[in-house]
């Protein structure tokens, strides 16, 4: 089934929620077919600008006789044992049920929706804002084939999708890619923070950290070089690039940092997820 033909009622139309229902408009999801559950009222002021999903404000506001081909789930995860039982009724619909939420597992919309329901978890990260985000996902054993590819296709339309075989490799899904964008958020702060120590403004480091970080994450998302090529392009024998590149590389550099950092994330996501 393709995006316009999809029926797709979502729960939660936040930030992450918001992004995806923009992101089905913009693949070709037509509006009158999303219905976006959302007590919120400034959540449907958000597509002023442009074709929006009927609003309700709870799941039996939907249009009479509105059969969903997929429910997403993008409420906060601690809303979640409130919110997912009332969809319970649509667990023999042959809708497939979408989680986007963090630390929710599978067993969890089995138990309060059914043992039958056909689940797909997915774990997207902020640039979906954009259309630039990634999303890994895992489906238990009840999703057709045909529902699988109709989740990948409304994951699709806010980036890139990795599908994973193993429930507990979320966890380092989300440590890489879902906390992810903060390290890099992070990398722009450390740049500006060194380039004022070499005597640059605080104005004028910000603003070359931050574009050297979209510029070359733009570069990588274009070239199909891997990093350590695109790495190794800009890096002349003994020059500047080199000199830098010596301490970020050391055996206690950034890569015995980083290792730390997404253990770090890692066991936190397993802890949440407990
Ligand atoms: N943001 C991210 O980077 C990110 C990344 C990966 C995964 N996620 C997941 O995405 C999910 C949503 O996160 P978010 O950042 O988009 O949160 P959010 O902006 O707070 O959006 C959640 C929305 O759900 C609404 N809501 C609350 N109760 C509801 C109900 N009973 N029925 C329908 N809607 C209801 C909330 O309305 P009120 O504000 O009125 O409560 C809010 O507008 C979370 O599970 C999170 O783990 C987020």
Known sequence: MDLAAARLLLVGCGKMGGALARGWLGAGARADNIVAVEPAREAAAAFADGPRPIFVGSPDKAPPGFGPDVIVFAVKPQAMDIVVPAYARFADSGAVFLSIAAGTPIRFFETHLSPAAPIVRSMPNTPAAVGRGVTAAICNANVPPEGRALCEALLRA????????????????????????????????????????????PEAAGALARATVAGAGELLHRSPEDAATLRRNVTSPGGTTAAALEVLMAQDGLSALMERAIAAAARRSRELGA
Do not use: K, R
């Open 158 to 201: 806010v980036g890139d999708v990795v599908w994973v075989t193993d429930e507990a490799e979320i966890d380092a899904v989300t440590a890489v890619s879902g906390s992810g964008p903060a390290y890099v958020f992070h990398l722009v702060e450390a740049m500006t923070a060194a380039g004022v120590a070499e005597g640059l403004s």
